[in-house]
């Protein structure tokens, strides 16, 4: 069984340039989160869907963060114009109806520059 | 209000003694779950444990086991005879319902455990 994809792992960029991350979760899973995790504030949710609908956006820190879910097997978080304080480790999770555990990604590393 | 607590930025245990990483949880709702992930230098996030609300008894996994402690709202993570490989950093986390739409996972500050050889 694959586990939850995430692509890029490693993804480097300039400041204003658009940065896209992408997750594919684990097949029959119909909850999907992203969270950012930094040093300073830990493990922030930003977005959760439940069968492809955004339910809880309220962690997105601005309008440069968007995130879609076109279907039940990929997902992408999006920032346009990316800024250096975005950097972080952005992870994607799934679950099942939201019953027992989360299943993680293994993560992108974003460095804006 | 925070709604996971772990009042231990850091800890240190011996190779091969108990150790005991706190968690206190806030929540109204009845239902909920309560996790605990291990992320050691390598960055992915492993699950190791995990407690339902309504579960009578201690949840156990091989070397972790739950404290659950209800009424406190306390779900301690006891890993026994630590090894060098549980050097990681250790989150707590709660599923709860939200508003009828679905459900929400919220993650702990974490603690960083170094086992000493």
């Known amino acids: 069984d694959a586990g939850v994809i995430q692509s890029p792992r490693h993804e480097v960029t300039e400041m204003g340039q658009e940065v896209t991350l992408r997750c594919k979760p684990i097949?029959?899973?119909?909850?999907l989160f992203w969270y950012r995790q930094t040093m300073m504030r830990g493990l922030e949710l930003l977005i959760y869907?439940?069968?492809?609908?955004?339910?809880?956006d309220s962690g997105m820190p601005e309008d440069r963060f968007s995130a879609k879910m076109p279907n039940a097997s990929f997902s992408t978080l999006k920032i346009q114009p990316s800024e250096p304080r975005d950097s972080a480790v952005y992870f994607c999770?799934?679950?099942?109806?939201?019953?027992?555990?989360?299943?993680f990604g293994s993560g992108t590393q974003l460095s804006v520059l | 209000a925070q709604k996971i607590t772990q009042t231990q930025p850091g800890m240190f245990v011996q190779e091969k003694e108990a150790v005991t990483l706190d968690c206190t949880y806030d929540?109204?709702?009845?239902?909920?779950?309560l996790f605990w992930y291990k992320q050691p230098s390598s960055g992915e996030m492993i699950f190791l444990i995990y407690?339902?609300?309504?579960?009578?008894q201690n949840a156990t996994e091989g070397r972790y086991s739950l404290n659950f402690q209800k009424a406190r709202k306390s779900a301690n993570l006891v890993i026994s005879a630590s090894q060098l490989g549980d050097s990681a950093m250790y989150f707590c986390?709660?599923?709860?319902?939200?508003?009828?739409?679905?459900?929400?996972?919220?993650f702990g500050p974490g603690t960083r455990l170094s086992v000493l050889p």
């Open positions: 986390a709660m599923r709860e319902r939200r508003d009828n739409y679905g459900q929400n996972f919220v």
């Open positions: 929540t109204s709702d009845p239902s909920y779950g």
């Open positions: 407690q339902g609300s309504y579960d009578q």
């Open positions: 097949s029959g899973h119909n909850s």
């Open positions: 869907f439940n069968n492809n609908v955004p339910i809880d």
């Open positions: 999770a799934s679950s099942f109806r939201g019953m027992g555990k989360l299943f």
